[in-house]
């Protein structure tokens, strides 16, 4: 596989002097630069999802801005917050500067998602091409730019401690979780070889969550360094707790920072929560990571899939292709669902919400595994049976 930064070096090149990386290895090392595009980023996230900061920004921009670690002053953010002024000429060097890095964002996540369907296993690999193609055509080009597909989620719990009113999988409560003992380090270790051994480079864009939080498990960072150790990558995380155990999202943050490979996901619940998350981190801290808003009175723009099924009135059952900027599900893995409590591996594969599916994915196949090389036995059948031929498809095997 080439290497993406190598890819988006050219096309980086396009954009001028006075551009730096901020993404990959080739990122920059320049605070300065570094700090404009973060201090941009979060004043776009305080004005775009926090009427109260709108408030107190027209009453006093520069208190408004310090109260929310911004250190980019207020005129040189005037085409993001006077309509009148986001024309008028070139837009300052910062703003200048974090446009060119989500254009370089974007072209990494669209590079990544070529990438993940590179499988080693070609029968796989043609599998993966044909559901693309399929989920294309019914949930729409706009929702594949978006979601994507990825061969492998593994869980490390079971269940998810957090309850999400929207939680588009619709996540059980927690009843397990699993721990970095010795035995179990050692069948993580086995699994992850088994998971490469099968798919080859594009298992490092798997992540150890699904319908689960990966901060449920204090022992997340340990099992997060084996992935590492075998991937190259840090896997990556979203979560809806960021808060609970500060000094561990700090970790976390400080490694994404390092790497600049990885952007995680902090969903956010309330505008308090957000308001927090801006005071305990600072806005370089948050450089690699997008804050969702998953407020109440922002349910238009959840995918009618899992719980957020309920919120949303009239969704049809049938597959259609959403419309550009609209997600149909949030599920993104056609491949498998391994999780390590349970030993049990799923074949999953995105689709359309539905009665008989309502959280937007289809479960082809299901098996218990003992250990890592009975996993590779499971991985292997259900290649076997499901992914040869022109069609993919087939009854649930329940486990």
């Avoid at 588009?168 to 970095?180: I, K, M, N």
């Avoid at 080859?200 to 864009?205: E, H, L, N, R």
């Avoid at 155990?245 to 976390?252: C, G, L, S």
């Avoid at 597959?319 to 409590?341: E, Q, R, W, Y």
Wanted: proline content about 6%; charged content about 30%.
């Amino acid at each position: 596989m080439q290497d993406i930064d190598s890819r988006i070096a050219a096309a980086f090149s396009l954009m001028g002097p006075g551009f730096q990386r901020v993404y990959g290895r080739a990122a920059t090392d320049d605070a300065g630069y570094l700090d404009e595009v973060a201090g941009v980023k979060r004043f776009r996230e305080c004005w775009s999802w926090d009427p109260a900061f709108q408030e107190s920004f027209r009453e006093d921009p520069a208190a408004a801005l310090a109260d929310r670690g911004v250190t980019v002053d207020a005129e040189a953010l005037r085409p993001l917050w006077d309509p009148d002024g986001a024309g008028a000429g070139a837009p300052s060097r910062p703003v200048a500067r974090f446009r060119a890095a989500r254009a370089e964002m974007q072209l990494r996540s669209r590079l990544i998602r070529a990438d993940a369907l590179a499988i080693a296993d070609p029968t796989f690999a043609s599998w993966s091409a044909r559901q693309l193609a399929q989920l294309t055509e019914t949930l729409g080009a706009g929702h594949m730019r978006r979601v994507g597909l990825y061969p492998v989620a593994l869980e490390l719990q079971t269940g998810c401690s957090v309850g999400c009113w929207f939680c588009g999988v619709s996540a059980e409560r927690l009843t397990e979780v699993w721990p970095y003992s010795g035995e179990n380090a050692a069948l993580w270790r086995g699994v992850l070889d088994v998971v490469h051994a099968r798919i080859g480079a594009p298992a490092a864009y798997g992540f150890c969550y699904w319908a689960s939080d990966p901060l449920d498990n204090p022992d997340y960072e340990a099992f997060a360094e084996d992935y590492r150790a075998r991937f190259d990558r840090h896997a990556q995380v979203t979560t809806a707790i960021p808060l609970r155990d500060r000094e561990m999202t700090r970790r976390i943050l400080d490694r994404a920072r390092a790497s600049r490979r990885e952007v995680h996901r902090f969903s956010l619940l309330n505008r308090r929560i957000l308001r927090d998350v801006h005071r305990e981190f600072s806005a370089r801290e948050l450089l690699y990571v997008e804050l969702v808003p998953r407020f109440s009175d922002r349910r238009a723009e959840l995918a009618p899939a899992g719980r957020a099924r309920n919120q949303r009135a009239g969704q049809p059952d049938q597959a259609k292709a959403a419309p550009d900027g609209t997600i149909a599900t949030i599920a993104c893995v056609a491949g498998f669902l391994i999780n390590m409590p349970e030993r049990r591996v799923r074949l999953v594969r995105p689709c359309a919400p539905s009665e008989a599916w309502p959280d937007g994915y289809e479960t082809l196949d299901a098996a218990r595994f003992d250990g890592a090389s009975g996993l590779d036995d499971s991985l292997r059948r259900m290649i076997d049976r499901h992914m040869v031929g022109a069609r993919a498809g087939g009854e649930m095997q329940r486990a």
